[in-house]
Structures are given as structure tokens and as C-alpha cells.
């Protein structure tokens, strides 16, 4: 096919159900322009004449369901047309939610609850994005839930979140964030603190529930869960848990029969367990590459993204003026406990954090709960189920004046003095 080409455009014909797929080589971008037809980038319709930019390392797939042709200037590590892809079964997919969705509507009853699962590298962020846009282009409003702490589409990593849909994921951009609800997880595998993870799974549960109570378009337009890669063990439990703190009606299994099986015997006969091909134009994330993206997201967070910049404050805090906690001790063999106490009691405990020097490059999240009602048991509990305000990266710490410098995205003061602390950490190279 069309090789590398470094300024002159290369130009692809499309047949109908074929769908173009690029990579973006390291430190280079790419344009996309649609010359003639209709394309659509992950369920977002593609503007003709409109030139779509594409940074370093981005894996794209521009599908036509007519036909089409685009054009891709700048360096592509790769580039090829292929016309096996498992759209059909993606559209037919949502169609059948659709029709849920219709049901549900004359019935009076709730829309489609829909869990994306399936091990790591299988496109499962890209179906639950597909799904959304679909929906939301029929007018729908769909939630997104997004429970992968390692890779959130949503917030910063090492969190779990809710984001109302109200329009089709930008070409270049997905989802607008405006307004999500974001709880603290602090690390990007639930596997550091399972008994945390499930808790907030089950939080978002609820404030789902309450949202869909009130708000009839929400509860018509159901909701779609992305989930970890990490799917044996207390990861697999976990997915059972979402499942029934979510009472999700549908669980789409992408690429792993025995999954698919293990799901289909544990979960109540009337949730639909259905497994979906992934498609072969997934590709697979080193390590590595999962890190710049993690880092990536926290940088857009402070910073801004492309079009948008953001100029994030710079600040001293006084350790005095601020309570930082880490959530969950180290936990310790049973036979250690205190009498009555039990693994989960350690799990979910607040630790105080002594500020010193080891701060430096952690993020924090900034909590929501109430600085008064903390301190008693019952405050206590609120930290953890409270939504988190923001986060900030400390950048430095002087333990003689007892200060810690912080970046933040608004200027001081901080709207509110519980911190918790991430194993994450972010090194400004501003
Ligand atoms: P994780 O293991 O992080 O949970 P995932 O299963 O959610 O991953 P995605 O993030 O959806 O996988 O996809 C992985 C990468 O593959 C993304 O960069 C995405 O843009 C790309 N991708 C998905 N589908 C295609 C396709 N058909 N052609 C080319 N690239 C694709």
C-alpha cells in the first residue's frame, strides 16, 4: 500500500466496511482529511475538508460504512486499508441496545446497564466509546462509567469516574470532561486495594441510580462500564461485584471465551453475557507506552490540551494548614489484627501522612469531603465516599519551614484541606 510519506499527502480509497488504521510514529503528528464520502473516527463523524490533527503515538481507525476517500499527511509508523474488522457486530450491538432503550421508554422501565470486559489490549475503551457516540447520535444520554484506573479516558489516572454524555466523542479529543465525578482510587491496578476499588464501585453505583431516579433521560440511556484488563482472581471478583452493584443487564466479553464462560455461570441467568470479537486493529501498549499515557493525561490536566492551554498556579501550602491521608495501611497476616478488627477495617482506614520529603512528585487528590464533619468516625467514612474536587502535584517540600509547594490548576487558597495521597507521581518538566 501507500508508504510513509513526510509532506506530501497520501491519498486512501475506502471501499464500503473497510476502515483505514494508522499509528503515529514518537514525536510526530499527522493529518487526516476527508476528501469525499463518509468516515467516521470511533463512532465520531468525520467533517469533510476539515483536517483532523493526530499526535505522537496515537493508533486510529477511520471506518467507512459507504465508502470514501481520505488523505494522511505526516509520518505514520503504519498504514493500511484492512476490510476485516467486527463493526458489523459493533453496530449490531448497538442496535439491540437501542432497542432496549425503546423498550424501556414505553414501558416506563430503565435503559440498558452495559459492562465492557475483557483482558488488556482488546479495544475495550474504543467499544464503550463507539457505543456512546452511537447513542448519543440517536439523542440518547448515556453515562459512561470508567472503572479502569490504569487507563482512564476520563480523569487522571489512579481514579474511577461518571461522565454524563451529551454529544459524540470529538474526533481528536473523545469525550468532553466537563463535570465528571471522580473518587480517589490512588493507584492504576485495583489489585493494590481490592476492598477500596469495589467500594467505589459500588459508590458510583449508587450516585448512578439516584441520577437515574430523577433524570428519565439518564435512566432510558442507561449506562456503559470500561473495566480493567485484569480479569482473574480478586480482579475477576471485582467484575462480578460491578456487575451486581450495577445491576448490569448486558456484559459484553470481548476476546476471551473462558471469560465469557466464567461470567456465564456466575452471573444470574437474566444478565446477557455476550462475547465479541476484538478487532485485529487494536494494538498492543508496552509498559512503557502505557506509562507516557498515563503521564500524558496528568499533563493534560495541568496544562491543557492542543488548542486549549491551561496555566496551572504555582504555590506554597503550610503542612499545617492541610490533613493528608493515605487510604488503606499495609495490611497484616489476620493473626496480627486487633482483636474485632478485620482486613477490610484496614483496607478502607484513613493513615495519616506525616509530610516529608518522600511527598515530592506524589499527586493528591483534593477531596470534596467536608473539612468540619472530618476528624469523627463518621466523617471519617465521608473522605472515602466523597467525590474528589481536583488534585494537585507537590513539587517540592521544605520540611524546616514546613511548607510543601504545590502545582495546582487554580490559584491559592485550595478549596478544601483533605488531601489524599496517590502512589502516582508526576514530574513537572515545565
Ligand atoms: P486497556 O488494556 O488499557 O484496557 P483497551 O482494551 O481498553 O485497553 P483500547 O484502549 O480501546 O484498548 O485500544 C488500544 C489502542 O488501540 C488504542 O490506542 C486505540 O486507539 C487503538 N485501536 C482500537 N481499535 C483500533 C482499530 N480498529 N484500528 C487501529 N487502532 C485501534
Redo the contacts with the bound molecule.
Keep these: 500500500g501507500a508508504g510513509t510519506s513526510a509532506s506530501s499527502g497520501v491519498r486512501f480509497e475506502l471501499e464500503k466496511e473497510t476502515?483505514l488504521?494508522?499509528?503515529v510514529e514518537s514525536g510526530e503528528k499527522v493529518q487526516l482529511e476527508l476528501l469525499s464520502g463518509l468516515a467516521e473516527v470511533?463512532g465520531s463523524e468525520l467533517n469533510r475538508n476539515k483536517k483532523y490533527t493526530f499526535g505522537p503515538?496515537?493508533?486510529?481507525?477511520v471506518?467507512t460504512w459507504q465508502g470514501c476517500t481520505v488523505c494522511l499527511t505526516g509520518k505514520t509508523e503504519v498504514a493500511y486499508v484492512?476490510r476485516d474488522?467486527p463493526m458489523l457486530l459493533y453496530l449490531n450491538t448497538h442496535a439491540a441496545l437501542e432497542q432496549m432503550r425503546q423498550q424501556a421508554e414505553r414501558d416506563n422501565e430503565r435503559g440498558p446497564r452495559v459492562m465492557v470486559v475483557?483482558?488488556?489490549?482488546?479495544?475495550?475503551?474504543?467499544?464503550?466509546?463507539l457505543l456512546l457516540s452511537y447513542a448519543v447520535r440517536l439523542g440518547r444520554r448515556p453515562t459512561l462509567v470508567e472503572l479502569?484506573v490504569?487507563?482512564s479516558?476520563v480523569s487522571v489516572p489512579g481514579t474511577v469516574s461518571a461522565l454524563c454524555i451529551e454529544r459524540p466523542a470529538d474526533v481528536e479529543e473523545g469525550f468532553s470532561v466537563q463535570a465528571p465525578l471522580v473518587y480517589h482510587f490512588g493507584s492504576t491496578t485495583p489489585g493494590t486495594n481490592i476492598k477500596l476499588y469495589n467500594k467505589l464501585t459500588s459508590c458510583l453505583a449508587e450516585v448512578f441510580s439516584q441520577r437515574c431516579e430523577v433524570n428519565r433521560k439518564a435512566s432510558v440511556g442507561g449506562c456503559v462500564i470500561?473495566?480493567?484488563?485484569w480479569v482473574k482472581g480478586s480482579g475477576y471478583q471485582a467484575l462480578v461485584h460491578c456487575a451486581s452493584a450495577f445491576e448490569v443487564d448486558v456484559v459484553l466479553v470481548?476476546d476471551q471465551e473462558r471469560l465469557y464462560n466464567e461470567l456465564k455461570r456466575d452471573l444470574p441467568h437474566f444478565v446477557k453475557v455476550v462475547l465479541l470479537p476484538?478487532?485485529?486493529?487494536?494494538?498492543?501498549?508496552s509498559k512503557a507506552c502505557?506509562r507516557d499515557t498515563r503521564d500524558e493525561k496528568i499533563r493534560e490536566y495541568f496544562y491543557g490540551f492542543r488548542g486549549v492551554s491551561f496555566y496551572p498556579h504555582a504555590f506554597d501550602v503550610r503542612f499545617s494548614d492541610v490533613r493528608i491521608y493515605k487510604i488503606g495501611a499495609p495490611s497484616i497476616p489476620d493473626s496480627c489484627l486487633p482483636l474485632g478488627m478485620s482486613q477490610d477495617d484496614t483496607q478502607l482506614k484513613l493513615v495519616p501522612v506525616t509530610p516529608g520529603r518522600d511527598l515530592t512528585h506524589h499527586v493528591l487528590s483534593v477531596s470534596c469531603a467536608d473539612d468540619e464533619g472530618e476528624g469523627g468516625a463518621g466523617g471519617r467514612r465521608g473522605v472515602l465516599e466523597s467525590p474528589v474536587c481536583g488534585f494537585i502535584v507537590v513539587t517540592a517540600v521544605d520540611t524546616q519551614a514546613q511548607v510543601m509547594t504545590v502545582l495546582s490548576p487554580a490559584p491559592r487558597p485550595l478549596p478544601r484541606h483533605t488531601l489524599l495521597i496517590m502512589d502516582i507521581r508526576f514530574i513537572d518538566l515545565k
Aim: glycine fraction near 18%.
Design positions: 476502515e488504521r494508522f499509528e470511533f503515538g496515537s493508533k486510529i481507525a471506518f484492512s474488522t475483557g483482558p488488556t489490549d482488546v479495544g475495550k475503551s474504543t467499544v464503550c466509546r479502569d490504569g487507563q479516558g470500561n473495566t480493567c484488563g470481548l476484538k478487532s485485529g486493529g487494536v494494538v498492543e501498549r502505557r
